[in-house]
């Protein structure tokens, strides 16, 4: 082997290192900030003023997921290519998995409940959000009301 073609190949192992790094670093980042948001996602019970920040980043859960299993498929090629099969975890994906789907479960819970958060614009005039009064049917139909309900029925 030439001194020219023993670079060529250092050349090539240092590429492909390198291309198994940017892999293993861009699944990792995606893990790092899925596991941030079911982190905050097991914490909102006893945290509820995490619940819109919570309901915001969610919406990045299902590309997020895709993204983690377009990297992890990326990890391992990268391995293939380096002959290191060995150091691929076969058990990663279940995990993340596993958080994505409690993560996803604690979301939806709380993204049914209503939030009572005062507008920008209220807080700036000194508003509080206007609720209608409850009326028991007694009362309105003594104010006057038509309705079926109200009118007493004939015995026959």
């Given at each position: 082997?030439?001194?020219?073609?023993?670079?060529?190949?250092?050349?090539?192992?240092?590429?492909?290192?390198?291309?198994?790094?940017?892999?293993?670093?861009?699944?990792?980042?995606?893990?790092?900030?899925?596991?941030?948001?079911?982190?905050?996602a097991s914490r909102v019970r006893e945290a509820?003023?995490?619940?819109?920040?919570?309901?915001?980043?969610?919406?990045?859960?299902?590309?997020?997921?895709?993204?983690?299993?377009?990297?992890?498929?990326?990890?391992?090629?990268?391995?293939?290519?380096?002959?290191?099969?060995?150091?691929?975890?076969?058990?990663?994906?279940?995990?993340?998995?596993?958080?994505?789907?409690?993560?996803?479960?604690?979301?939806?819970?709380?993204?049914?409940?209503?939030?009572?958060?005062?507008?920008?614009?209220?807080?700036?005039?000194?508003?509080?959000?206007?609720?209608?009064?409850?009326?028991?049917?007694?009362?309105?139909?003594?104010?006057?009301?038509?309705?079926?309900?109200?009118?007493?029925?004939?015995?026959?």
């Open positions: 082997m030439t001194g020219s073609e023993k670079e060529a190949i250092e050349r090539e192992l240092r590429v492909l290192h390198r291309a198994k790094t940017i892999a293993v670093l861009n699944r990792d980042s995606t893990l790092n900030r899925m596991k941030a948001i079911a982190d905050m509820p003023e995490l619940k819109p920040i919570l309901l915001t980043a969610a919406g990045d859960l299902d590309s997020l997921w895709d993204t983690f299993l377009q990297h992890n498929d990326a990890v391992l090629n990268e391995l293939l290519d380096l002959d290191l099969a060995s150091e691929y975890s076969v058990t990663l994906e279940a995990e993340v998995r596993t958080l994505y789907f409690d993560a996803r479960a604690i979301v939806e819970e709380f993204a049914n409940l209503p939030t009572n958060r005062v507008t920008w614009f209220q807080s700036l005039i000194g508003l509080t959000p206007f609720q209608f009064p409850i009326i028991p049917v007694a009362l309105h139909c003594a104010l006057g009301s038509q309705k079926s309900h109200c009118r007493p029925s004939v015995a026959s």
